[in-house]
């Protein structure tokens, strides 16, 4: 009976211990991941990251600007494409009884183009020097080469890779006897010229270039208003004023814009005098995401404190910079790359720094006591004060150059502590 009374008790005893046990470690397992968690949330990885420092504002297309004009009657087709540099006797326009004799112009042009690729293609030479393991390696790269024109936006450039890799593409075939000859194609596209030669009619008028220029095909009025020699005296009232609206003139060829340089004007708060004359700046416009480099030339006080009347040059041309006469710009200063550290995390601490004395010299190392501007870091259980170097301010971080051979310098991937987060008293 006793026996029984034992082993029960035991029993009951081993019952509680293992309960307290289990509890004790549910616990501290809780304790654990509430740490964890807490810990995670209070602190931020150091990581690299880019910043721009730049300034908006509404940006007015000055250039050196004429308007070319016709009779206004009949069709115009454009032998030059918006943005296109123009030498002396370029045609820039050839001017047809109708919409119809365009069409003609345009399939002659495109069979005529055909005619001469099929032509060098045939070219004995062309294929007596054409071997396959070259030519394969030369179709490739002009495959590459034209996804970078592309992706470059070099149209001028991508158009000819094409005629290039079509005339590679077609040597091989022959070469490898996939196909015998094009003679076929070559006649029919003969016949085709003829017949359409016999139904094309001259021109009856050619626009043509007297002097080397950049060509826009449309006007907006502001041509004799917006000069280069008009800088000087140009108020924030005028530049507010201006629009970006086109003629509706049916003698309106386009206009041509001279000289290689032109001039954006804006009116921008400066009181924090971030720009300054000479300064040098690229350039991002609304209408895409290319980059040009530019120049302040002037700034101009306006009586009141928050506008200043902005003078950029710039010498670069594309279609995009055309195309409108006022356009949302971006005054980009520079591009910055750090370790983005959060405002919250920035702290201030006295570090005590050792200094050796001059070589040679007989006196003891001095310690100053200097204050820095840094971080607090999560070491393991460790907490540690580092400095960081301000490249880029932004609203609610900065950017800390890389120091990385300097231990004393916030580095890659170091926890940062934010603030209120309070870690062995800090």
């Known amino acids: ?80 494409a918006d943005g296109g540099k123009l030498g002396n006797g370029t045609v820039i326009a050839n001017v047809y009884p109708n919409d119809e004799q365009i069409g003609i112009y345009r399939e002659i042009e495109s069979l005529t183009k055909q005619l001469e690729i099929l032509k060098k293609i045939q070219n004995p030479g062309t294929l007596q020097a054409a071997q396959p393991s070259a030519l394969s390696d030369s179709i490739s790269e002009s495959y590459r080469s034209l996804i970078y024109d592309r992706d470059m936006k070099d149209y001028t450039a991508l158009r000819s890779e094409m005629e290039e890799l079509l005339v590679e593409m077609s040597t091989y075939q022959i070469i490898t006897n996939e196909v015998t000859d094009f003679d076929q194609q070559i006649s029919d596209i003969n016949t085709q010229l003829a ?74 708060d400066n009181s924090r005098k971030e720009f300054a004359v000479g300064e040098e700046l690229k350039l991002r416009f609304d209408n895409g995401a290319d980059m040009f480099d530019a120049q ?5 006080d306006t009586g009141d404190p928050k506008e200043s009347v902005f003078i950029i040059s710039c010498s670069e041309f594309n279609y995009d910079l055309v195309q409108h006469r006022v356009e949302n710009v971006e005054l980009v200063k520079g591009t910055y790359r750090g370790l983005k550290v959060p405002r919250e995390a920035i702290r201030f601490a006295d570090v005590t720094e050792t200094a050796e004395p001059a070589e040679g010299s007989d006196e003891a190392p001095s310690e100053n006591v200097v204050n820095y501007k840094g971080v607090y870091i999560l070491k393991g259980e460790q907490v540690e004060f580092k400095k960081i170097d301000v490249i880029y301010e932004g609203s609610d971080y900065v950017l800390s150059k890389l120091h990385e051979n300097d231990p004393d310098y916030l580095t890659l991937y170091d926890d940062m502590i934010l603030e209120g987060v309070d870690y062995n008293g800090q």
Request: hydrophobic share 40%; proline share 2%.
């Open 296 to 300: 302040i030339i002037d700034i101009r």
């Open 195 to 268: 017949q359409l030669s016999a139904r094309a009619v001259s021109p009856t008028e050619v626009k043509i270039s007297d002097r080397p220029a950049y060509f826009v095909s449309y006007a907006d009025g502001y041509e004799n208003e917006l000069t280069p020699d008009k800088l000087d005296s140009i108020s924030a009232d005028e530049l507010r004023r201006i629009t970006d609206d086109r003629l509706e003139d049916g003698n309106i060829v386009g206009k041509l814009i001279e000289g290689y340089g032109w001039y954006l004007a804006g009116v921008m």
């Open 1 to 80: 009976m006793r026996s029984t009374t034992n082993r029960s008790d035991s029993s009951f005893v081993v019952k509680v211990l293992r309960d307290l046990v289990l509890i004790l470690l549910l616990i501290v397992f809780i304790s654990i991941v509430y740490n964890f968690r807490n810990r995670e949330s209070a602190t931020n990885v150091a990581l690299m990251a880019e910043a721009s420092a730049s300034r908006s504002m509404r940006g007015v297309f000055i250039r050196d600007e004429e308007v070319l004009t016709y009779s206004g009657s009949g069709a115009l087709s454009y032998a030059v």
